[in-house]
């Protein structure tokens, strides 16, 4: 769907809520894809896994489709180990189909599973202790303890592989360096993407969602008085 379908295309989980707050009628389906992807990350290439739910449905008779990232996971551990990611993917899921249930709008509650996955990875392990995202630190800070974030924002070039197909994309990366009981841990996320050959005609409108996405994060972070400097796209 380009920016041009409707007047308001809905383009996050978020847009979807307001308009049916604001009474439309909002149809909401899921469907799942696990990609991988060749990162040009610096000096130092990669390939991982994006893990990416395409929502679709329909909003007052008119049809909308965009999908959203909820995770990166490598087999290698150069980023967050694939066997890890899927849980993250999941808790953030879960925290979408949340928001969508509580206003109004039905949705089935799939879930990423490695079953999913073609690729067969070598050296899998399960990983100890409990994953934590970002908003397990969110809710840390509501009980009274002191958490600093510090964010890096990035353009990171990749190729997504489909069968029969690349297709080359620029990524809008966050990495929160969380400092939080003593420890300091990392957490990345997939702010929006859009394809590197159609750069002057999506980038703008991607970077407006990515920032979107983050002036949420930062109002929760305000919240609960989390430590942090605002950094935009």
Excluded at 61 to 76: I, Q
Excluded at 181 to 188: A, P, Q, T, V
Excluded at 194 to 205: G, I, L, S, V
């Amino acid at each position: 769907m380009t920016p041009t379908a409707f007047n308001n295309p809905p383009s996050r989980v978020n847009d979807l809520v307001e308009l049916k707050t604001a009474g439309s009628t909002v149809t909401c389906g899921t469907s799942f894809e696990i990609l991988p992807v060749d990162f040009a990350y610096r000096d130092n290439p990669f390939q991982a896994f994006i893990f990416l739910c395409r929502y679709k449905g329909v909003v007052d008779g008119e049809a909308y489709n965009f999908r959203k990232c909820y995770a990166r996971g490598c087999p290698d551990n150069v980023c967050t180990h694939v066997s890890q990611a899927v849980m993250v993917a999941n808790r953030y899921l879960q925290k979408d189909y949340r928001k969508l249930e509580k206003a109004g709008i039905a949705v089935e509650r799939q879930l990423f599973t490695l079953e999913d996955m073609t690729v067969k990875f070598d050296g899998y392990r399960k990983d100890h202790g409990a994953t934590l995202v970002i908003h397990d630190y969110i809710n840390i800070a509501q009980e009274g303890n002191e958490v600093s974030v510090v964010t890096e924002l990035e353009y990171v070039p990749g190729v997504e592989h489909f069968i029969g197909y690349d297709n080359e994309m620029t990524f809008m990366m966050a990495d929160f360096t969380i400092t939080c009981l003593g420890k300091i841990n990392h957490f990345e996320r997939c702010l929006a993407c859009y394809q590197t050959e159609r750069e002057t005609e999506e980038k703008e409108y991607r970077i407006k969602i990515a920032n979107e996405r983050l002036k949420t994060l930062y109002d929760e972070f305000d919240q609960v008085s989390i430590k942090y400097e605002k950094h935009f796209f």
